[in-house]
């Protein structure tokens, strides 16, 4: 089960998540086991489990971030553009640039500005100077604002689009975000109620089917002031 995958080291994680097969492909398990989590999660990153980064977010569980780029993996393909909202830690944009890169973009979407920063941070100190110019160069891009508005150009698409927090609706324009074809990977629901990941899937044609997977557990896609309110919750480090 998954909350089995804990360890002492990134790279026993990784292995216990492909040992549990939430990873299958070859790839994607060289991008986890390029991106330590260590740098990423200030308390305990190789327990597989959600933890906190303030303003009420909390870095995802290794086995979501493992299930959520194997959905995705065929769309993170050298070239390809990802969209990642609610990028929090930036742990996600350290993998998808491992996959899409050389010749591809991504792009993360989140609207707490002190995560942001972090976010670069711990983005830079994981990357180094390849990450630096990934984001020089415009390659990696951490934008904050609302992501439920999408990119802020409405009419860049992306292969790959990914949302780390749940929403009752998906919103329109994400959907139109999706190239054809495209995957997008999403929690559903309202926070506290059940919520589910949909796959929704724009064929080569444009033709859109959202298929429902399994029960989660996420934070809200919600208004900033939702996450300050939060009262003491000041940036973890
Ligand atoms: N996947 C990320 C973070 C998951 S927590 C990781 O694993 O590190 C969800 C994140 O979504 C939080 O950082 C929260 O601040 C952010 N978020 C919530 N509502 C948002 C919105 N409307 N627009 C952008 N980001 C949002």
Not at 37 to 63: M, V
Not at 134 to 144: C, L, P, S
Request: aromatic share 10%; proline share 6%.
């Amino acid at each position: 089960m998954a909350w089995r995958c804990s360890a002492s080291t990134n790279a026993k994680l990784v292995d216990n998540l492909a040992a549990a097969q939430l990873l299958s492909t070859s790839r994607v398990i060289d991008a986890f086991k390029a991106t330590d989590r260590g740098l990423f999660s200030p308390r305990r990153p190789y327990e597989d489990a959600p933890q906190y980064l303030g303003y009420g977010a909390t870095i995802s569980a290794p086995h979501m971030h493992a299930v959520a780029v194997e959905s995705l993996h065929e769309y993170l393909y050298p070239g390809a553009a990802a969209l990642d909202i609610g990028s929090g830690s930036g742990y996600l944009l350290a993998v998808m640039a491992k996959l899409v890169m050389p010749g591809g973009k991504v792009c993360g979407i989140e609207h707490i500005r002190e995560l942001n920063d972090a976010a670069v941070e711990r983005f830079l100190s994981s990357e180094g100077e390849q990450g630096n110019s990934w984001i020089k160069n415009g390659d990696v891009v951490f934008w904050t604002g609302d992501g439920r508005k999408g990119w802020p150009d409405p009419e860049i698409k992306f292969d790959a689009i990914h949302v780390g927090a749940a929403i009752p609706v998906v919103p329109e324009s994400l959907i139109s975000h999706l190239k054809s074809p495209g995957k997008m990977f999403i929690p559903v629901g309202e926070a506290g109620d059940t919520q589910h990941i949909y796959e929704i899937v724009k064929d080569s044609a444009g033709v859109v089917t959202h298929n429902r997977k399994f029960g989660v557990s996420y934070v809200p896609l919600a208004d900033a002031e939702y996450y300050y309110s939060k009262g003491d919750n000041p940036l973890v480090t």
